[in-house]
């Protein structure tokens, strides 16, 4: 395969990852939603609900994530293990995230503001978007960082109350209709970013070329 065909594939299984993420974490957070004592009213039937949509949606990313592994089953030995390493910077936002949760949780358990921790790690979940859309190349990661950062500014500034169900809801919802866009649209929008990956890597070329840097094989005299 050529270096653009592993760049799609390497770009494809990360899509695959995020896909299998968001669908487990926006059962996550709807389940934090759910457990608002002014929304017991609703369970069972809730709990139901949310628990086959969850399973249907996890189900569908499971398959697109087999599909991903027959397609690097393709490579060889040496492009299946480029296609499989993520990148430095998501490791370094891992940990960014990590960090920020257990910070806020010691904050709001100093001051005695625990009503505001799941907002704040809703907002901190939101943010870390942002870099993961520009290291993976995914660029709706932007839309479900605005989406859920927006949320979580609304549950903690408490515009309408009910903290807990804005943003355990409002978070289940976004992460899950990231899940089902990235499915319904995941090849095409890998093939963007890895068409548009090319083509900077085109125009950088061209201009170290322009600048009168030596190309391969020229002596640059």
């Known amino acids: 395969m050529t270096v653009k065909s592993v760049a799609y594939c390497r770009t494809l299984r990360l899509n695959s990852n995020?896909?299998?993420?968001?669908?487990?974490?926006?059962?996550?957070?709807?389940?934090?939603?759910?457990?608002?004592?002014?929304?017991?009213?609703?369970?069972?039937?809730?709990?139901?609900?949310?628990?086959?949509?969850?399973?249907?949606?996890?189900?569908?990313?499971?398959?697109?994530?087999?599909?991903?592994?027959?397609?690097?089953?393709?490579?060889?030995?040496?492009?299946?293990?480029?296609?499989?390493?993520?990148?430095?910077?998501?490791?370094?936002?891992?940990?960014?995230?990590?960090?920020?949760?257990?910070?806020?949780?010691?904050?709001?358990?100093?001051?005695?503001?625990?009503?505001?921790?799941?907002?704040?790690?809703?907002?901190?979940?939101?943010?870390?978007?942002?870099?993961?859309?520009?290291?993976?190349?995914?660029a709706a990661y932007n839309a479900t960082g605005v989406a859920g950062a927006a949320l979580s500014l609304i549950a903690i500034m408490g515009i309408f109350g009910h903290r807990l169900a804005i943003v355990g809801i409002g978070m289940g919802l976004v992460l899950w209709c990231s899940t089902v866009y990235m499915l319904c649209n995941s090849g095409s929008t890998t093939r963007d970013e890895v068409r548009r990956g090319a083509a900077t890597a085109s125009i950088c070329a061209r201009s170290r070329i322009g600048a009168g840097k030596p190309g391969p094989g020229e002596s640059g005299t």
């Not at 995020?18 to 974490?25: K, L, P, Q, R, Y």
């Not at 926006?26 to 969850?54: D, E």
């Not at 027959?70 to 040496?78: N, P, Q, S, W």
């Open 18 to 138: 995020g896909i299998i993420v968001c669908a487990i974490m926006g059962g996550f957070w709807f389940g934090i939603g759910l457990t608002a004592r002014y929304l017991h009213f609703l369970l069972p039937w809730s709990t139901i609900g949310v628990t086959a949509t969850g399973i249907v949606i996890l189900v569908a990313a499971m398959r697109f994530r087999r599909k991903v592994s027959g397609l690097l089953a393709g490579l060889r030995e040496d492009q299946r293990a480029e296609a499989a390493r993520r990148p430095r910077a998501f490791w370094w936002t891992l940990l960014a995230e990590t960090l920020l949760i257990n910070l806020s949780f010691v904050y709001c358990s100093r001051f005695e503001r625990m009503n505001l921790f799941w907002p704040l790690a809703g907002l901190i979940v939101s943010i870390h978007f942002f870099p993961l859309a520009r290291v993976f190349g995914i």
